[in-house]
């Protein structure tokens, strides 16, 4: 079993920067394979960026290649996502997810997070 805490978001100016963080609570964090997914109100849950288990690999939707890094310290069980150069169209609850497949599908992983909310103004 494994808990996600999702924390960062907030309100920031469009072209700003924000850094989201997910503290992994349970066992095996380093086992798993984690996912950033964010859900704009109305639409689906969409996928973001994504790592493998040591952070060797690593992927991004083509809306946030470039301005979006994903990341993970294993010694702190924490995975983050660092959001640069923001749009408005990035307005989003964002969601951590973690699984044992590394996968862009929402429905493959796990665990979830709570999501934290990202508001980007024009």
């Known amino acids: 079993q494994v808990q996600l805490v999702e924390s960062g978001g907030g309100l920031v100016q469009a072209g700003g920067s924000l850094r989201l963080s997910c503290a992994a609570s349970?066992?095996?964090?380093?086992?798993?394979?984690m996912g950033w997914f964010r859900q704009a109100p109305g639409k689906e849950r969409d996928f973001v960026a994504r790592i493998n288990w040591s952070g060797g690999t690593t992927d991004y939707a083509d809306s946030v290649k470039g301005r979006f890094t994903i990341s993970r310290d294993n010694a702190k069980n924490t995975v983050y996502l660092q959001m640069n150069s923001l749009k408005p169209e990035d307005t989003a609850v964002y969601y951590c997810?973690?699984?044992?497949?590394?996968?862009?599908?929402?429905?493959?992983?796990?665990?979830w997070g709570q999501g934290t909310q990202v508001t980007v103004s024009s």
């Open positions: 997810a973690a699984g044992s497949r590394y996968t862009a599908i929402a429905g493959r992983y796990d665990y």
């Open positions: 349970g066992r095996s964090f380093s086992n798993y394979a």
